[in-house]
């Protein structure tokens, strides 16, 4: 089970593209998977590129966005959840 | 209608291994004043699609002007391009994705390691980036790969790569040959061409993507399919050149000048592309005379290779002349 303590690390063959509306692309060299971020989930993926642990970056959002802490901390830990199946982030 | 292929700049911002160092060297932009004259004059002339070449044409500095207008006029567009600047431009393609037809990207081997050996590091992640782009943004794109020794083994995995990416298919052209690039071992021989053209035919029959030889493969016939000998395609080069071919624009900064048929600083496109077909008439009627004379020889049979020796475009110190499999048929080709 994820818990918000833990820190983890984008998969080395990850490209990610900032499109400037708010949206991130990501596409997995090996697997050939695209992913689309919506502007949360881009903001997520800004923390974990600078390597911030998932209580940080719920944080991040809950001061960046209208949104309580549980509502926050479950789109990070559903989100990051989806990206480590993927294969698009590794735990550390 | 046809197509107009406008070579936007010579500049590049890659230097690839299989490139000519003059590309490496290069300054020119085609001019607003050139711009002008196709947009005015194209549609009247049967053009209605302008596809963007280079150098890479993105980075024409006034590329995003150049699109907007191309589009106002009512043109379709297309671009060939090493996809660097894709994440840049995309808003601009979204924008104008009604006359956008589509990018092609060079992508030059399968696995990064192949295609960054030849055209740099990072940039096989550069090609992947820019078509993650296209595929959220939900723009065209399809792959074109140049065929080298480096890049021969990769074929089918690069068939496989363009199918789970989403591209729109894959092309594969043979490397046009320069004594730049034949000193650094990249050309096919002759045989190698045709065993790599016999494996792409084979790919196209069961690839989940079309699959698709640029012109300059093996054709039996003489008189093989190309689109400027169909008429189907102009070549306009940066200084505002239109030329017979694309192919080795600039190289040895156009010194032949065999394929150009005229300047449209100095005519209007009308004239330059009667000329155009007169030239493609006096190409055939050379060619129909050599074939007549039993001058056709297996060397020929490979269009570019033909060209490249009846345009001139390469030095008789050409590669092609040493070359193993053409010593007895590359050094007395037709002068123009």
């Known amino acids: 089970m994820l818990t918000l303590d833990r820190h983890v690390g984008i998969h080395p063959e990850v490209v990610s593209t900032e499109l400037g509306d708010g949206e991130t692309a990501l596409l997995h060299l090996k697997t050939k998977t695209y992913f689309s971020l919506n502007g949360t989930g881009a903001r997520i993926w800004w923390g974990l590129q600078r390597g911030l642990s998932l209580k940080e970056i719920s944080q991040l959002l809950q001061s960046e966005f209208v949104v309580d802490s549980e509502r926050a901390d479950r789109s990070v830990v559903e989100l990051v959840d989806d990206l480590l199946r993927q294969q698009i982030v590794q735990a550390l | ?336």
């Open chain 2, 1 to 336: 209608m046809s197509r107009l292929v406008v070579e936007l700049t010579n500049r590049c911002n890659l230097r690839c291994g299989h490139c000519y160092d003059e590309r490496h060297a290069a300054t020119g932009d085609l001019s607003s004043e050139i711009l002008d004259r196709i947009l005015a004059e194209g549609q009247v002339c049967g053009i209605d699609h302008l596809s963007f070449t280079g150098g890479e044409p993105t980075i024409h500095p006034e590329f995003d002007g150049i699109v907007r207008r191309v589009c106002g006029a009512g043109y379709t567009f297309s671009f060939v391009s090493n996809g660097v600047r894709v994440p840049k431009i995309h808003p601009l393609l979204v924008e104008h994705r009604r006359w956008f037809q589509g990018a092609t990207f060079s992508l030059d081997g399968a696995r990064e390691a192949t295609h960054d050996a030849l055209r740099g590091p990072g940039s096989y992640r550069q090609v992947l980036r820019a078509a993650s782009v296209c595929v959220v943004k939900n723009l065209s794109f399809t792959l074109n790969m140049v065929l080298t020794a480096r890049n021969r083994g990769e074929v089918s995995e690069m068939v496989e790569l363009a199918a789970r990416l989403g591209s729109g298919g894959v092309r594969f052209g043979h490397l046009m040959p320069s004594p730049d690039i034949a000193s650094r071992g990249l050309e096919l021989s002759l045989d190698e061409r045709r065993s790599v053209e016999a494996e792409i035919w084979r790919l196209r029959e069961s690839a989940s993507v079309p699959v698709a030889m640029a012109p300059g493969y093996f054709s039996e016939s003489p008189f093989f399919p190309c689109a400027p000998l169909e008429l189907e395609e102009f070549n306009l080069d940066y200084r505002g050149n239109l030329t017979l071919c694309c192919h080795l624009s600039g190289y040895r900064r156009g010194a032949t000048g065999a394929d150009v048929l005229g300047n449209l600083r100095r005519m209007s496109l009308a004239q330059a592309l009667e000329r155009f077909r007169q030239r493609v008439g006096v190409y055939l009627a050379d060619k129909r005379d050599r074939v007549a004379r039993g001058e056709f020889s297996e060397l020929d049979h490979f269009p570019c290779l033909y060209c490249v020796k009846y345009m001139d475009k390469v030095s008789r110190l050409s590669p092609l002349a040493s070359h193993p499999r053409s010593s007895a048929t590359a050094t007395g080709g037709p002068s123009c």
